[in-house]
């Protein structure tokens, strides 16, 4: 029977999910808020159940009906579920104003949107009536019931556009009062109008009856007859370049030109044509297009990272100066992955590297028994549409990248990055762009869920703001995972296939979700974006084949394994065909979530929570046994076969053959011109300072101490406490070295300072543990990419150092994963430039450092096109190098945090502090106000490689145990030395005394960024011992203070001025935890 | 199985997340663990006699079984209960013990193990929270908490705010003090649970339930302060005491 239930919170009790509405309306519209006097959240269910009244009764009061906090609202099933009157007037009535003006906004998914709760709603009832329900449906929604004066259905509908729903994957009705009062919506007939309707087939697909003569006659034309009922002919062979780009725009193929060229002529070989012939295709399909599209797409091929680059330095060093490193990028570029990533690692032969560059993560020794692996994504296209689906779904693909790595790993943390505009933003919204504030609430909320439903903590990360990421937001999205190194008698790292095994998908189901991601995300950002390359996440689903597939792995019971990520199957099957040579499935035998599938969406659908595995025929009963006791789904769509082909069949009809060789190396190489003119021009003002000059201001003593409040309330430098503690950073019991450190924790009292680098210990018995960093630094971008990309370098690998990672003795692990997110560089010279120079950058550094790369990734098209106020504006992302650093740390026991422990430690600044004001936090936000007074030529901090190994290596040598006289670590970044004395100092509230050293700039010695440094502290007693270790190990140090208990940071020596100054620690702490601070 | 040590079941599956640790601060105790899913005891239909004769304890740890979606704990409660038949209640009568962590501690406020007057909901700030709390236990009814003092401990969910009925708030404090069932409490307030319970046991005080997950802090290196302290690096956590209350109890009822 249909039933509608409502289910809701006595008015007795707080209502979260309404509190969180209303703040989120509050910032959102504020004006609208201040209409609003009371509302309470109402969750829905739509109930289509094959079962009786007697029944349902019973069954939605066990499953739906808390009765200590709730009411349920049922029309006439269950009424005294309800309240006095029965229903919502009952919640009416605790409104603090009768006879109040309410308006309700309902919403619920649009058909074919995957629905967690209604799933797991009908699960319940499995549960309860103890057997299978077919053909059975539950839908879930909410209601939102508001009062208010002056509301009206214009304000409802601005809340529900704009902070209620996401209208791409969500439908919104507002209901005023009248409506409401009745009980229409509890009917019969209306439930069963409301409840979500399964896709309408587009196409009615059945088992073609084949016309040969039609198919084969037709070989020009556009208006071909169909090979069968859902496939499309693509007939290339007669069109020209135009013709052909246009029509790959149309599909949203994203192919360019040459691409769509070549692949029309691959259609006209003649042995093509031949074998062709014999498996009834002429024409090509639109599945082999969309296949082509999907492999050849710069999100799956790279092809930007491949190109042939010529490159040009238009700049002319200054007069007298060497020549830098950068000098050695040459003209002509055979590959950027090539020359600068993979020749860095192979320059580096590390004995613990297992697999690089070839698996969906890269794979290292952690010990003997053991490996580790780690991957980072990003997820920017999806999240700039649905911050939420698109951040959560960012989550769970690489987890399942890591899950698909060698033979399958377990995840054991994440780490997120994000970089969006500035949350105070007040300007008019480009079209189709998200207020920041609202992609960064959608994707916490998405990391939340994916994180934190998963089991697998969130231990690292960054938040980054800059205007310019209100064109698109970068969410990058990191997992490392665990293995044994061997697994049922093979190395984790093989990745192995025999022709016969059969090709097996698990998990869930394909839907319409997702079609064309790995395309869309290869295009910029405009009006026309399709919503369905959104999709939407299922961490249950993908928890409960995580479980199975590590089970079945310790069986061995398959023989490879991969994840469906972009491209769908089409890239899973056609990526482990080249394993086998070839492969051949029919995915009319794939489970779907609604039927009407087309072939091609079949293929390319991006439906979440699947993995491709290739199974032994002989072990395919033991496979699905345990799949089904699990609770997993599994589709066996065909075989791996040697016959050089990737063969689909839909209905046991060949709808696509292409040519393995032709698929995976077919696509046409770019050619990419390349110029480097110099520092960013064009970058906005508040980010680029490149030839302004240092705030030489008369008063150092008088007003540094109010930059210092200044600089730890920029967002890029505030507390992320509210974000960090919404992560559940501890699961699975690993945690040594957390992202904050707290002092008086448990306590009214506790106060959390950051730290630079998490530490987990990943085996019960072992007492090892794995640290991980990240560098990102694009403010660095606009004055050189390639001091940009050493400097992330640099700063991840400090961070490791800061918690006790070992560095500089051959084995060592130190594996570093990089992730560009650039502006498209194709046909812009001066991005492609900024490329080359990032790369050469990170080469540098890496090598100085003898830090391999171990897995890398790209997002090229953070571009936005679209209109603002009418006018038509372009914004394009800063050019982001993310670098994760990950790091073995011999013993935990001897790991270090960045607080300082005590009164009487001293303070040291370890490295020569070269440090320069350009580029840094303090030109940010300095360039608004202090313009004017500006004198000084401004410095770059430039790095000294030599300087930084033997610095280095003094922290990270050895086992590990022998730097334990170092109280606290932290490293120099952002805000410069007087930031990361200040961010010591915080979690016991402590004092310190600063001594600016004579001789210096004060501005640039307190503020200034660099490379190489690092706030540390020795107890007084160590001191001596320690600074003699320093000198003579060569590394430079400089005694710069000591911690007190006078509850203030004073900052004095001659260069501060005769008196110096001094500010409160409670101020700096306010300063620091106050901006950034909004949910 | 006199000869043996004694046995732990720890419920997987379903997204039930902390079953590997919990598993292993068992083993740390003393304990044999075994890590079992929920599906493979349903289709075994191990009953009721087969928990008592089997196992000393029965674990249901944290996680997101069912992604929290209806209620947190709430589908996996309906599995144990309609799935498996297993009064909890007659298990603790007949010597077993039971320890819920955070979502498992959900599922028992679900399946009424507490009574039916209470029930647990959405912190009331509102969102999920990842931090370290001290909590102290009270009476001396809980075999699990036995003997311990105030301890640190994180907490990490978004529905950690114990909630009494209204209408029969006086019954419940009188009976929860009567039979020494509230028997943890944070110190501070760190979710808006009421009389700032963390914690809970039946009236056997066999059956726990806490909020705060003892299974993360079982080294000190756990410990968001232990840098502050490194001569104690190598000692046990806090949480570990409540496994080790456990074993003994599970040792003495045997002889």
Same mark, same amino acid.
């Given at each position: 029977m249909l039933a509608r239930i409502e289910v809701t919170l006595r008015p007795e009790y707080d209502d979260p999910n309404a509190a969180g509405l209303l703040r989120r309306i509050e910032l959102a519209h504020p004006e609208i808020r201040r209409r609003i006097r009371w509302g309470r959240s109402i969750d829905v269910y739509w109930l289509d159940l094959p079962c009786a009244r007697e029944e349902l009764i019973p069954a939605c009061i066990d499953i739906f009906w808390d009765h200590v906090m709730q009411w349920l609202f049922t029309g006439n099933l269950i009424p005294s579920a309800a309240g006095k009157q029965g229903g919502v007037l009952d919640l009416m009535d605790a409104s603090p104003v009768r006879p109040g003006n309410f308006f309700t906004i309902e919403k619920r998914f649009r058909a074919g949107v995957t629905d967690n709760v209604g799933r797991t709603a009908l699960e319940a009832f499995e549960i309860v009536l103890g057997r299978k329900l077919e053909a059975a449906q539950i839908a879930s929604g909410r209601m939102f019931l508001l009062e208010g004066q002056q509301l009206d259905e214009p304000a409802l509908s601005t809340i529900a556009r704009d902070v209620f729903c996401n209208e791409l994957i969500e439908t919104w009705t507002v209901l005023p009062e009248m409506e409401l009062r009745?009980?229409?919506?509890?009917?019969q007939e209306r439930i069963k109008r409301d409840l979500p309707k399964a896709f309408k087939p587009t196409s009615r697909l059945v088992t073609p009856t084949l016309n040969l003569g039609t198919v084969f006659g037709a070989s020009s034309g556009t208006t071909l007859p169909p090979l069968m009922d859902g496939v499309d002919l693509c007939s290339l062979a007669d069109l020209g370049d135009q013709e052909l780009a246009n029509l790959s725009h149309k599909k949203l193929w994203a192919l360019s030109g040459e691409e769509m060229k070549a692949a029309r002529d691959y259609f006209k070989r003649p042995q093509e044509i031949s074998r062709r012939n014999v498996q009834g295709l002429s024409t090509p399909t639109d599945v082999e297009m969309e296949v082509i599209a999907q492999t050849w797409s710069e999100h799956c091929k790279h092809k930007i990272f491949g190109a042939k680059i010529r490159y040009q330095d238009f700049t002319s060093p200054a007069l007298g100066q060497a020549p830098g490193p950068d000098a050695e990028i040459p003209t002509e570029i055979d590959g950027l992955f090539k020359t600068t990533i993979a020749e860095t690692t192979q320059m580096l032969p590390k004995p613990w590297l297992l697999s690089v560059f070839d698996d969906n993560a890269g794979i290292v020794a952690f010990d003997q028994e053991d490996a580790f692996c780690i991957k980072v994504e990003t997820h920017n296209s999806p999240s700039a549409l649905d911050p939420y689906g698109g951040a959560l779904t960012g989550v769970v693909g690489v987890n399942r990248d890591i899950l698909g790595c060698g033979l399958g790993a377990k995840p054991i943390f994440n780490t997120d990055v994000f970089c969006v505009g500035p949350l105070t933003y007040s300007e008019a919204l480009p079209e189709r762009l998200m207020h920041p504030r609202r992609i960064l609430d959608g994707v916490r909320r998405g990391v939340e869920h994916g994180g934190n439903k998963s089991g697998i903590p969130t231990v690292n990360g960054a938040l980054v703001f800059d205007e310019r990421y209100l064109g698109k937001p970068l969410v990058y999205c990191g997992t490392g995972g665990m293995m044994p190194r061997m697994s049922a008698g093979e190395l984790c790292q093989t990745k192995r296939i025999l022709p016969g095994d059969r090709i097996l998908m698990v998990g869930g189901r394909i839907g319409k979700d997702g079609i064309h991601g790995a395309t869309f995300s290869s295009l910029a950002l405009d009006e026309? @974006? #399709? @919503?369905?390359?959104v999709q939407l996440g299922d961490p249950i689903t993908q928890k409960r084949m995580t479980d199975f597939l590590l089970e079945a792995r310790d069986l061995g019971l398959y023989r490879a394994v991969t994840d469906n990520g972009a491209g769908g199957l089409s890239s899973s099957v056609g990526e482990l065909a080249r394993l086998s040579g070839g492969a051949r499935m029919d995915v009319s035998r794939a489970k779907t979530k609604y039927p009407g599938l087309k072939p091609y969406e079949l293929v390319v659908? =991006? @439906? $979440? =929570?699947r993995m491709t595995l290739a199974v032994p025929r002989d072990l395919l009963p033991a496979f699905l046994d345990l799949a089904s006791r699990r609770g997993v789904e599994t589709s066996d769509l065909g075989e791996f076969t040697d016959s050089g082909y990737f063969e689909i069949l839909y209905a046991e009809r060949v709808v696509a053959s292409l040519n393995l060789e032709f698929l995976h190396r077919g696509v046409p190489r770019l050619q990419l011109e390349a110029h480097w003119n110099? #520092?960013? $021009? @064009?970058?906005?003002s508040n980010n680029a300072v490149p030839h302004g000059t240092l705030p030489a201001r008369k008063d150092f003593q008088a007003e540094a101490g109010e930059v210092l409040l200044a600089l730890l309330r920029q967002p890029n430098i505030a507390s992320k406490e509210w974000l960090i503690r919404q992560y559940d950073h501890e699961v699975q019991g690993m945690s040594v070295i957390k992202p904050l450190n707290t002092a008086g924790s448990g306590s009214a009292l506790a106060f959390s300072g950051p730290n630079d680098a998490a530490v987990v210990k990943p085996k019960p018995g072992s007492n090892a543990g794995i640290a991980v960093a990240c560098g990102i630094n694009p403010k660095l971008s606009d004055i050189d990419p390639f001091v940009m990309a050493q400097a992330v370098v640099d700063e991840s690998v400090r961070n490791l150092l800061c918690v006790g990672a070992e560095f500089g003795t051959p084995e060592s692990l130190l594996a570093l994963v990089d992730n560009f997110c650039w502006p498209d560089p194709v046909g812009d010279p001066v991005k492609t430039g900024w490329l080359v120079r990032a790369c050469f950058g990170m080469r540098d550094a890496a090598l100085a450092l003898g830090a391999p790369f171990v897995s890398g990734k790209d997002s090229m098209k953070n571009d936005y096109k679209g209109r603002k106020n009418g006018e038509v504006v372009a914004i394009s992302v800063p050019p982001t190098l993310l670098i994760t650093a990950v790091g073995r740390v011999p013993d935990v026991q001897y790991s270090r945090s960045a607080d300082f422990k005590g009164a009487g430690e001293s303070i040291y600044l370890l490295g020569s502090g070269r440090f320069g004001v350009l580029g840094s936090e303090l030109a940010s936000m300095l360039r608004i106000s202090l313009d004017s007074e500006f004198s000084e030529q401004l410095r770059l901090g430039m790095p000294d490689w030599d300087e930084a190994r033997r610095i280095y290596q003094w922290m990270g040598g050895g086992v590990g145990k022998e730097q334990s006289r170092m109280k606290a670590v932290h490293d120099v970044s952002e805000g410069g030395v007087l930031v990361a004395v200040t961010e010591s100092l915080l979690a016991r509230g402590l004092g310190a005394t600063v001594v600016v050293p004579e001789g210096v700039e004060p501005w640039e010695f307190c503020f200034g960024e660099g490379f190489h440094s690092f706030i540390v502290s020795v107890s007084e007693a160590d001191s001596f011992a320690v600074e003699t270790d320093w000198t003579l190990n060569s590394v430079p140090f400089r005694r710069i203070g000591v911690t007190h208990l006078k509850g203030q940071l004073e900052v004095t020596g001659v260069s501060a001025g005769p008196r110096g100054w001094s500010v409160e620690t409670k101020k700096l702490r306010q300063a620091w935890k106050r901006e950034g601070f909004w949910e | 199985m006199s000869t043996q040590q004694p046995r732990v079941l720890v419920l997987a599956g379903d997204g039930i997340n902390c079953q590997t640790e919990s598993a292993q601060a068992f083993a740390m105790s003393g304990f044999t663990a075994e890590i079992r899913h929920l599906n493979d005891l349903i289709s075994e239909k191990v009953t009721l006699d087969d928990l008592c004769r089997r196992y000393a304890v029965l674990m249901l740890p944290g996680g997101f079984s069912f992604g929290d979606d209806l209620a947190s704990g709430k589908v996996l409660a309906l599995k144990i209960q309609h799935g498996l038949n297993w009064e909890l209640s007659k298990f603790a009568d007949r010597g077993g013990m039971v320890l819920g962590v955070c979502n498992g501690f959900q599922a028992l406020i679900r399946m009424g193990t507490?009574?039916?007057?209470i029930s647990i909901t959405h912190n009331v700030q509102g969102k999920f929270v990842d931090t370290w709390v001290k909590v102290a236990p009270t009476g001396s009814r809980c075999v699990w908490t036995k003997g311990l003092g105030t301890l640190d401990l994180p907490i990490r969910h978004g529905e950690g705010r114990i909630i009494i009925s209204k209408n029969r708030r006086v019954e419940v404090l009188t009976k929860f003090e009567r039979l020494g069932m509230a028997c943890l409490r944070y110190e501070g307030d760190p979710n808006g649970s009421e009389e700032r319970l963390a914690g809970l046991c039946d009236p056997t005080g066999r059956i726990f339930g806490l909020m705060?997950?003892? &299974?993360?802090?079982?080294?000190?290196?756990?410990?968001? &302060?232990?840098t502050a302290q490194p001569a104690r690096a190598s000692s046990p956590g806090q949480g570990l005491a409540f496994f080790e209350n456990a074993y003994q109890e599970a040792i003495h009822a045997r002889q």
């Open positions: 009745k009980s229409d919506r509890f009917h026309f @974006s #399709p @919503s369905s390359a659908s =991006e @439906s $979440q =929570e110099g #520092p960013n $021009q @064009s970058a906005r | 507490f009574g039916k007057d705060p997950h003892p &299974e993360a802090f079982v080294r000190w290196t756990a410990h968001p &302060e232990w």
